[in-house]
Antibody, heavy 130, light 110 residues
Framework: QLQLQESGPGLVKPSETLSLTCTVS??????????WGWIRQPPGKGLEWIGS???????HYNASLKSRVTISADTSKNQFTLRLSSVTAADTAVYYC???????????????????????WGKGTTVTVS | QSALTQPASVSGSPGQSITISCTGT?????????VSWYQQHPGKAPKLLIY???NRPSGVSTRFSGSKSGNTASLTISGLQTEDEADYYC??????????FGTGTKVTVL
């Protein structure tokens, strides 16, 4: 059964870099079938998609965060990491990692099918910038 | 990428049906059938309810259904139950190869 677990410091100082790790169990971040990514939720507010990556081929980020965000994978540890630089109080949020999409090859049809939804989530980790 | 627009709140009595709308643009909801819906109870991670506009993952109640017309997607909860009281979010894939969430709707069971 696929499980994701976020980890990292709960408190980050303004202007520093927030770094979080998502450990994947029951699946592989190097799978060519799945996308993985990060979502956050400020206190009392809605969900915000941060970004996602696929294998080692592509990474996509929320345009509003693009200049500050990096998502990368450590396949040897079956983990992926979020780095958000120059943080401010506005970056205070619960951060979730999730499986964010699926890419399946239909052998009989000779084409890929894509699914872009977040079906497995971590429990979330709270990060406060102060 | 602006958030998709949802009503802030929707309410209904037990047993009733309610519908939550999710309005986007021709670059997201209107372009792809990659609309998904999530339920979030307080202090919990979101749970996938609907994907690809109208498909339910295994284990999700048939009381939840989804549809789409143009730039607006909808989630209908039929036979409203007390445990349906939660926040609901839509999401769509976009032409920028990113995803965007809706503003969220708080469902209250009267």
């Amino acid at each position: 059964q696929l499980q994701l677990q976020e980890s990292g410091p709960g408190l980050v100082k303004p202007s520093e870099t927030l770094s979080l790790t998502c450990t994947v169990s029951g699946g592989s971040v190097s799978s060519r079938n799945y996308y993985w990514g990060w979502i956050r939720q400020p206190p009392g507010k809605g969900l915000e998609w941060i970004g996602s990556f696929y294998y080692s081929e592509s990474t996509h980020y929320n345009a509003s965060l693009k200049s500050r965000v990096t998502i990368s994978a450590d396949t040897s540890k079956n983990q992926f990491t979020l780095r958000l630089s120059s943080v401010t109080a506005a970056d205070t949020a619960v951060y979730y990692c999730a499986r964010t999409g699926t890419k399946l090859w239909a052998v009989g049809e000779g084409k890929y099918y894509y699914y872009y939804y977040m079906d497995v989530w971590g429990k979330g980790t709270t990060v406060t910038v102060s | 990428q602006s958030a998709l627009t949802q009503p802030a709140s929707v309410s209904g009595s037990p047993g009733q049906s309610i519908t939550i709308s999710c309005t986007g643009t021709s670059s997201d909801v209107g372009y792809y059938n990659y609309v998904s819906w999530y339920q979030q109870h307080p202090g919990k991670a979101p749970k996938l309810l609907i994907y690809d506009v109208s498909n339910r993952p295994s284990g999700v109640s048939t009381r939840f259904s989804g549809s789409k017309s143009g730039n607006t997607a909808s989630l209908t909860i039929s036979g409203l139950q007390t445990e349906d009281e939660a926040d609901y979010y839509c999401s769509s894939y976009t032409t920028s190869s990113t995803s965007v969430f809706g503003t969220g709707t708080k469902v209250t069971v009267l």
